[in-house]
């Protein structure tokens, strides 16, 4: 099992930045991909970013391409998401997920571990 704890989420003002981290504990060594979803109230999760184990590739929505960055750092076991130019838009529940095979995908079904969330919320 891997376990997955999200924190940095909080209120923060329409064009401000906000980084958030997921910190990875148990079976690590059998996590390839590691993705941020959101969720916001009434709507579908929806990918956001992800990043293979070696940190050489990256997906990113549409969305939030330019905007948005996704790090990892393997010694701390530890994924983030530096969120820039923030929108309202972005208001939602944000989700760090992994999954045990290769390959970059955006889909949710794809990803065996689900962390609990943090809250983001974007006031205008």
């Known amino acids: 099992q891997v376990q997955l704890v999200e924190s940095g989420g909080r209120l923060v003002q329409a064009g401000g930045s906000l980084r958030l981290s997921c910190a990875a504990s148990g079976r690590t060594f059998s996590v390839y991909v590691t993705g941020w979803f959101r969720q916001a109230p009434g709507k579908e999760r929806e990918f956001v970013a992800g990043i293979n184990w070696s940190g050489g590739n990256t997906l990113y929505a549409d969305s939030v391409k330019g905007r948005f960055t996704i790090s990892r750092d393997n010694a701390k076991k530890t994924v983030y998401l530096q969120m820039n130019s923030l929108k309202p838009e972005a208001t939602a529940v944000y989700y760090c997920?992994?999954?045990?095979?290769?390959?970059?995908?955006?889909?949710?079904?794809?990803?065996?571990?689900w962390g609990q969330g943090t809250q983001v919320t974007i006031s205008s």
């Open positions: 997920a992994a999954k045990r095979t290769r390959g970059l995908v955006a889909d949710p079904l794809g990803y065996d571990y």
